[in-house]
């Protein structure tokens, strides 16, 4: 989808989670054109926006998964020929049975604090484990 004369694009990649089947993310973000290149310079590195929506599209198969807190990646793709990365984290939220979907900027140098987030909770659903389910956390009192 054309966003500008310039033919600046926004791009909306639909990601599957290779390890919890039934849920589909959609991740949208900026693709700079040929003609903005030139006229900003920078050639070589797209910006660090983007946009996460994560729904459940059927029952929920979840394989093996990693349940501690920094979660695991399930998408990577370049925006610069060197520095940044776009990525797609998941995060099993125990104390609230639900899947974090974490979108956000990995940048080498000074960091990024451009993200989104999108979360399913699996409370009610119809969610298989394949390897078993994790023992709920218990809240702090």
């Known amino acids: 989808m054309g966003v ?3 033919g600046n694009d926004v791009v909306v990649d639909a990601i599957a989670d290779p ?3 039934g849920v589909v993310c959609h ?3 900026f693709s700079r054109s040929f003609i903005d290149r030139l006229q900003q310079g920078n050639w070589f590195e797209d910006p660090s926006y983007s946009a996460l929506d994560c729904t459940a599209a059927g029952p929920i198969t ?4 990693e349940t501690r807190s920094g979660g695991e990646e399930i998408f990577r793709e370049g925006r610069s020929l ?3 990365s776009l990525r797609v984290t998941r ?3 125990s104390r609230n049975q639900s899947l974090i ?3 956000h900027a990995r940048e080498v140098q000074q960091g990024s604090g451009k993200m989104s987030l999108s979360v399913i909770p699996l409370e009610g659903m119809n969610v298989t484990w394949t390897e078993g389910a994790p023992e709920p956390a218990v809240a702090a009192e």
């Open 101 to 103: 979907y974490l979108a």
């Open 4 to 6: 500008d004369w310039t």
């Open 62 to 65: 979840i394989g093996d998964i």
């Open 27 to 29: 991740l949208a973000y």
């Open 19 to 21: 390890e919890v089947a």
């Open 91 to 93: 995060i099993y939220d």
């Open 82 to 84: 060197i520095w940044k």
